[in-house]
């Protein structure tokens, strides 16, 4: 800490705060706000009248509005576990064979993965659309070779949803793969070198220092992974618009949907809101599932 | 030496040579995976319609060819949408960087009542997924009449949370006697910031101008609301989505992987330029936290 203990704060802070402030927190705040509201988008926010709970009640209701809500969440829920149930073990594994120094060619893997995070997700989506192709598409042909059948990819509502992790998965994968290394290069080598006095196998060794000791860095992972995965939006808007029959339909696409395209701001706020409440639900478990592996 | 590490001779001899050739093709298959997408969409934008559409697909064009780069500037405005883009990612990234280095700074040589607290605060934002605000935040950008226009892109972007943070951790570390000097000196905060601070912490800002820059030149959905359809003022990727539906779906893939192309370049060279930086900061203040 300086022994200059202050400055001119206010000059400093106002740029970044008041920015802040205007375009993040208090649209926060109108959203809360506006949940408890009956309000059209295209008017301004005076206009929006007080409805108590009625959207809350409406998005879990029977009618399309709650069917298509529902089916949004636990698309969303659905997808963004599978995504951090792929994204973390293969982060592990690659970040391991970008940090072996056994054999070369770490780092020009760790380039290769680090610039697919690059690619902007809109090209993403393109490339991928054109490698799913069932029949001009690389992957069938691919899948051909070892004796695959082909698959439907994103035309069947049994696999959009799954194509679109896996697309995910590949574009960013290599952003944990990173973080990864950077907890692997905080585990002090002497450990290694103490198990393998004991006499400890590389299975021990992992298990008994490397996974223990990258908790820390997993947890991160965990909720920034997470965060990612609920705002898929490109590859639905730009291939599958929600579908086939609802398969894709995740909140971030539904929710501008309903805000902004239909207007309906009250409901679509409502939505958010329970967004926002299921993710500090879910940030709020990890570290307590982190917490209690702790403690054993 | 410790006895226990004496092992049989030749076993691990053989096992050391099993493991390197292990190692070695699951880096090649990582890689290999990894690079695939981006290398089918380099090669499949040299193809020729018929080419890029025939069944089964063929890997490597025929007779190389760039029209498809000339047809999709046809297409979709290539040009005006790659300046919009390039103006929507530099001024973003040089504001982050201006408002970033000032609160970071403050955050964290200064010494004042709530500090803690407020900076508590805006970390919180980072977590905040956009779409959370983004009715109220498109609703409040057309109130002041920015809608539709390349400020309503930018200005809501120009500070975010990970740059204050980042930009405390390194600046911390900043020696108080560097700052105290140019005070005597009679150098005034502001100065002192962009001409003592800055140059300290030169690493910090080359990370976050690489972060800024991608984050900026690839997102969709803020620009995509915002706009409104206005789309002399799209970026490219927004242009880019144009180009799935051209020719009613049909016989374009070849145009959507040149523009696909077009698109990416601009973040990899970033990349590309930037990258040490890059991971040294994820390294040093992404988790240790």
């Given at each position: 800490m300086s022994r200059t203990a202050n400055g001119p704060i206010g000059l400093m802070l106002a740029p970044a705060v008041g920015l802040i402030g205007v375009f993040i927190v208090i649209p926060m705040a109108l959203t809360v706000w506006l949940s408890f509201h009956d309000w059209s988008t295209q008017t301004g926010f005076a206009t929006?009248?007080?409805?108590?709970?009625?959207?809350?009640?409406?998005?879990?209701?029977?009618?399309?509005?709650?069917?298509?809500?529902?089916?949004?969440?636990?698309?969303?829920?659905?997808?963004?576990?599978?995504?951090?149930?792929?994204?973390?073990?293969?982060?592990?594994?690659?970040?391991?064979?970008?940090?072996?120094?056994?054999?070369?060619?770490?780092?020009?893997?760790?380039?290769?993965?680090?610039?697919?995070?690059?690619?902007?997700?809109?090209?993403?989506?393109?490339?991928?659309?054109?490698?799913?192709?069932?029949?001009?598409g690389p992957i069938n042909q691919m899948l051909g070779w070892i004796g695959f059948s082909p698959q439907p990819w994103l035309s069947s509502p049994d696999t959009a949803l799954l194509s679109i992790v896996f697309l995910n998965v590949w574009q960013q994968v290599g952003y944990f793969t990173v973080l990864v290394i950077a907890g692997l290069t905080q585990i002090p080598t002497a450990l290694y070198e103490a198990a393998r006095i004991d006499g400890a196998n590389r299975m021990q060794e992992f298990f008994g220092i490397t996974l223990p000791l990258l908790k820390r860095t997993l947890l991160f992972s965990a909720v920034i992974a997470v965060i990612n995965a609920v705002q898929v939006f490109e590859p639905v808007a730009l291939i599958t618009q929600g579908g086939p029959a609802g398969s894709t339909n995740v909140l971030t696409y539904h929710i501008r949907r309903v805000g902004i395209e239909r207007a309906q701001g009250g409901l679509g706020s409502a939505m958010a809101v329970m967004l926002m409440l299921a993710l500090i639900v879910v940030i709020v478990v990890l570290f307590a599932f982190a917490r209690r592996r702790d403690e054993e | 030496?410790?006895?226990?590490?004496?092992?049989?001779?030749?076993?691990?001899?053989?096992?050391?040579?099993?493991?390197?050739?292990?190692?070695?093709?699951?880096?090649?298959?990582?890689?290999?995976?990894?690079?695939?997408?981006?290398?089918?969409?380099?090669?499949?934008?040299?193809?020729?319609?018929?080419?890029?559409?025939?069944?089964?697909?063929?890997?490597?064009?025929?007779?190389?060819?760039?029209?498809?780069?000339?047809?999709?500037?046809?297409?979709?405005?290539?040009?005006?949408?790659?300046?919009?883009?390039?103006?929507?990612?530099?001024?973003?990234?040089?504001?982050?960087?201006?408002?970033?280095?000032?609160?970071?700074?403050?955050?964290?040589?200064?010494?004042?009542?709530?500090?803690?607290?407020?900076?508590?605060?805006?970390?919180?934002?980072?977590?905040?997924?956009?779409?959370?605000?983004?009715?109220?935040?498109?609703?409040?950008?057309?109130?002041?009449?920015?809608?539709?226009?390349?400020f309503g892109v930018i200005v809501p972007h120009l500070a975010n949370a990970f740059g204050i943070f980042l930009m405390r951790q390194f600046i911390a570390g900043v020696p108080d006697d560097l700052i105290d000097a140019a005070r005597v000196d009679g150098a005034s905060e502001l100065r002192i910031v962009f001409s003592v601070v800055a140059p300290s912490v030169v690493p910090a800002l080359a990370a976050l101008t690489l972060f800024a820059f991608v984050y900026h030149w690839n997102t969709y959905l803020w620009p995509l609301t915002v706009l409104q359809g206005n789309s002399d003022d799209y970026p490219i990727v927004i242009s880019l989505s144009r180009l799935l539906s051209y020719n009613r779906g049909a016989m374009n893939t070849h145009l959507v992987m040149a523009g696909a192309t077009l698109a990416v370049l601009p973040p990899l060279v970033m990349f590309v330029l930037l990258q040490r930086f890059f991971v040294d900061s994820i390294v040093s203040s992404g988790v240790k936290g």
């Open positions: 929006a009248r007080f409805v108590g709970l009625r959207n809350y009640h409406d998005i879990f209701g029977p009618i399309s509005v709650g069917r298509d809500f529902k089916r949004a969440f636990s698309n969303t829920a659905l997808y963004t576990a599978l995504s951090v149930a792929i994204i973390l073990p293969l982060s592990v594994l690659l970040g391991l064979l970008v940090y072996q120094r056994r054999v070369a060619g770490g780092n020009v893997l760790r380039t290769i993965l680090f610039s697919t995070y690059m690619v902007p997700m809109i090209a993403v989506a393109l490339v991928w659309s054109k490698l799913y192709s069932p029949n001009e | 030496m410790n006895p226990r590490t004496v092992s049989p001779p030749r076993r691990p001899r053989i096992r050391v040579d099993a493991a390197s050739a292990g190692l070695r093709l699951a880096i090649v298959i990582a890689a290999v995976v990894a690079a695939f997408p981006l290398v089918w969409m380099v090669l499949s934008s040299f193809k020729t319609p018929a080419e890029s559409m025939q069944v089964p697909p063929v890997w490597l064009p025929g007779t190389p060819t760039l029209d498809a780069y000339g047809e999709v500037a046809d297409v979709i405005n290539a040009g005006r949408s790659f300046w919009n883009s390039a103006v929507i990612a530099t001024v973003t990234t040089a504001g982050i960087l201006i408002t970033s280095l000032m609160a970071g700074y403050a955050f964290a040589k200064y010494r004042f009542r709530g500090r803690d607290a407020l900076f508590a605060l805006l970390i919180a934002t980072m977590f905040l997924p956009p779409i959370v605000t983004l009715i109220p935040l498109y609703r409040l950008v057309t109130a002041i009449g920015l809608n539709a226009s390349l």
